[in-house]
């Protein structure tokens, strides 16, 4: 299998050239390939199938114990030009990755789930060059950042394969001397405009031309000249078409960029979307929407963490949409661009996340390893429309003895807000919260009776506090972002919440009654069904690992028709409600 398509579709070229397929590889478990000489190797032992990792069936190899670190080499043939540069791109690597080319260090970059690229040009001959990449990562180092990555030799419970080395595309492409970066995206739907700012590659004078469209019409254009390498713009919108989950527009966006040493032609997109909170519920476009989530891990059978085919993206979304959800936390990692694209095109919220599990959260000295890849994270993320929240943890359970670094927790919480003021933010998602703008709570109750006492008096002001001494409702937007869990499986040695139910009627009644009793609580705004699939040994998805339907046509319909009645908070509005 393959990956070909053009991983970044929101800063697209049409010049590049795909580096996914067969690449040399040797194992580096004592980490002394450089002293051992390897950058300069003339081949390796083995071959691998990139972009994916070393431990999955797809790339070839299927090692599944603890990796050290492992190196990758891959010959290229390259006419450098005068005027242009040469910039290889990573989607993302586990978990520090050096590059070198034709023997000399390139570049390096740390953290596991975010995308790098690299200026090569001055490394390159004319002709055959030698690319070799050294990725080291250990899901057992506190300061690394890990996810579902298993701690363990085997995955157990809710933590799986780990995923080492290059795990998503690779790529190469041209650029003119002076070239277009990155650029940050701030639609104002309210006055019919779109705020740019983009960064730039390069010095000298530049002229910048933005055109925005629409069906194939244009609908706006601005140009300007700077000398900087940073530039603010407005377009101006002579048609407004507001982006939602049911009608998920979204406009084209042309980037030209002129200098003396040539022009970089770039095809970018946008979607114009209103983001708020009251004092219940978000609403997109002043319109309350109950967030049906999902809980999605991002997971593939002969992949792990790297889809097998870019259509995987798309039929995952659709998979979740036709049970009722409209989003979903993207849980434990950060995904690939393209399944954003496919959100955005869709119209499919999600909340992004990060991969703090195996990361050591109680010693405040984490900020300078934690914050530098979070941050990465949003700035990548932050021009997508689907995208509607912020969560950099997940369940920061007490470690050998030892709390939260409360104060770690609130420094990234106030870090996101200054990156990003507008989507609201959740500290640390189920527990235990020190500053947060939605406050959620995870509850695997079985027990229907028990969950209608921990809800319905909701509604009189009682609020449900499962960690209760640990942290203390505020008033805030209350969401149940993750709930169910019901294992389904024949499988005695599999892993889920609670008890089996004895038949598929016995599941869709606790099912189905679930989200009827959070759906119709006034102020409850959301919640996240665990999970959309298997994961390996985890099976409590309401399909199986390799996506196939658990139960038969009428009953998938009965939980999506449950799903998707209209939530108490929808049905009132923001004034309703104290």
Known sequence: MAREAYPRPELVRESWTSLCGAWE?????????????LP???????????????????????????????????TVTLHPQEHRRVLLNFEAAYHTTEVFVNGISAGIHRGGYTPFSLDITERLTDGENVLMVCCEGDPRHPFEPSGKQSDRAASYGCMYTRCTGI???????????????????????ENGRLFLELSFGGTGEKAVALTASLHGRRTGFTAAKTTMQTLKAM???????????????????????????????????????????????????????????????????????????????????????????????????????????????????????????????????????????????????????????????????DKDGKRQADALLREIYRETKQLDPVRPVIDTSGNYHVITDLYDIHDYCQDIDAYHRRYD??????????????QSYGGQP????????????????????????KSPEEFAVRYVSMIEILMRNP????????????????????????????????????????MQRTAAVEETSPSDVG
Not at 25 to 30: K, M, P, S
Not at 46 to 69: H, K, Q, W
Not at 478 to 501: K, L
Request: negative net charge; charged residues 30%; hydrophobic residues 35%.
């Open 478 to 501: 209350y969401m149940v972002s993750e709930y169910g869990g019901i294992r389904w499986s024949d499988d005695e040695a599999s892993w889920g919440y609670g008890d089996t139910p």
């Open 167 to 189: 795990y998503a595309p690779v790529w190469l492409e041209t650029v003119p001397e002076t070239y277009l970066k990155a650029i940050k995206l701030d639609p104002d739907p």
């Open 235 to 397: 377009i101006e919108l002579d048609t407004l078409a507001l982006w939602s989950p049911e009608s998920p527009v979204l406009y084209d966006l042309d980037i030209q960029i002129s200098s003396c040493g040539g022009t970089d032609r770039v095809h970018s997109y946008f979607g114009m979307r209103k983001i708020e909170l009251d004092s219940v519920c978000l609403r997109l476009n002043g319109k309350r929407v109950f967030q049906r989530l999902v809980l999605d891990q991002g997971y593939y059978p002969g992949g792990i963490y790297t889809a097998p085919d870019d259509d995987a993206f798309r039929q995952d979304i659709e998979l979740a949409k036709g049970l009722g959800f409209n989003g979903a936390r993207l849980h434990e990692r950060v995904f690939e661009r393209r399944f954003l694209y496919e959100a955005d095109r869709l119209g499919y919220l999600v909340w992004g996340e990060y991969a703090n599990w195996g990361f050591d959260h109680t010693d405040p000295d984490g900020l300078r390893f934690f914050l530098p890849e979070w941050a990465e994270a949003v700035a990548r993320d932050y021009n997508h429309p689907s995208l509607i929240g912020w969560c950099p943890f997940n369940e920061t359970w």
């Open 25 to 37: 590889f040797e194992f580096d478990f004592g980490r002394s390939g450089r002293e051992r000489g």
């Open 40 to 74: 300069r190797k003339s081949r390796l032992e083995r071959t691998i199938n990139v972009p994916f990792c070393p431990e999955s069936e797809l790339s070839g190899i299927g090692y599944r114990d603890f990796i050290g670190a492992c190196w990758y080499r891959r």
């Open 457 to 470: 008096a909701f509604e009189n002001g009682e609020v449900f506090e499962n960690r209760p001494g640990r």
């Open 523 to 562: 102020r409850i705004c959301g919640a996240c069904y665990t999970q959309l699939y298997d994961v390996e040994q985890e099976q409590n998805g309401l399909f199986r690992f390799d996506r196939t339907p658990k139960f038969g046509k009428e009953l998938m319909e009965r939980l999506a028709a449950a």
